[in-house]
Structure formats: structure tokens, C-alpha cells
């Protein structure tokens, strides 16, 4: 079992930053990739970032995010700089357990709860 729990959301104007925090807990030595999704206001839940995956970064926050990890910490930072109203959604945290996952979230295995971000305009 690997636990994993978001912090950092909140509400920011546009052009503002945000860094968010995943940490892991239970069998973290399971765990292979890191990755961020997002789901913002009525739409799917996308891709954002991921570390030791095949994907660094979806298109959309490319030379704006930053995605970092630590270990055996196993904690996973996304620094979000210039941030536009179209970043607006509920950030998750995800981990795989084997192999190098991609951007389908189906290649995760673990979840957090999600932390709200918000960027006005």
C-alpha cells in the first residue's frame, strides 16, 4: 500500500506561482514514477508532469512547470510559474509501481486526494 497526499493549492492571480508537494508513505520503495495530473472545471483529467517517467511534461506547461523529486524522501515538488486561468483545476499526485509510466493515467497505480488550485485573471 502507498499512500500519497497533495499540499500546496490555493489561489493565485494569473502570472502568479505555486509550488505543490506529494509525499508518499507505506511501500514507497515500490514505487517507479511520480506523476502530476489535473482536472480542471468540467473537463478529463490530463497529464501535467512526471518524474523518472517517459513524459517529462504535457505541451501545455512546458518552460512553466517544474517537476522535481526527492528520495528515499519520496517527495514530489511541482513548481508552477506564469500561471494562466487555463491552469485552473484540482492537482493529483500519482505513482506507478513498474516500469516507466506515460501520460494515460491508467499506467498508475496509486492516487492522492487532489489539492485545488485557482488562478484568477
Known amino acids: 500500500q502507498v499512500q500519497l497526499v497533495e499540499s500546496g493549492g490555493g489561489l493565485v492571480q494569473a502570472g502568479g506561482s505555486l509550488r505543490l508537494s506529494c509525499a508518499a508513505s507505506?511501500?514507497?520503495?515500490?514505487?517507479?514514477?511520480m506523476g502530476w495530473f489535473r482536472q480542471g472545471p468540467g473537463k478529463e483529467r490530463e497529464f501535467v508532469a512526471a518524474?523518472?517517467?517517459?513524459?517529462p511534461y504535457a505541451e501545455s506547461v512546458k518552460g512553466r512547470f517544474t517537476v522535481s523529486r526527492v528520495n528515499p524522501k519520496n517527495t514530489m515538488y511541482l513548481q508552477m510559474n506564469s500561471l494562466k486561468p487555463e491552469d485552473t483545476a484540482v492537482y493529483y499526485c500519482?505513482?506507478?509501481?513498474?516500469?516507466?509510466?506515460?501520460?494515460?493515467?491508467?499506467?498508475?497505480?496509486?492516487w492522492g486526494q487532489g489539492t485545488q488550485v485557482t488562478v484568477s485573471s
Open positions: 500519482a505513482a506507478a509501481r513498474l516500469g516507466r509510466a506515460g501520460v494515460d493515467e491508467n499506467e498508475y497505480d496509486y
Open positions: 507505506g511501500r514507497t520503495f515500490s514505487i517507479y514514477t
Open positions: 518524474s523518472g517517467g517517459t513524459t
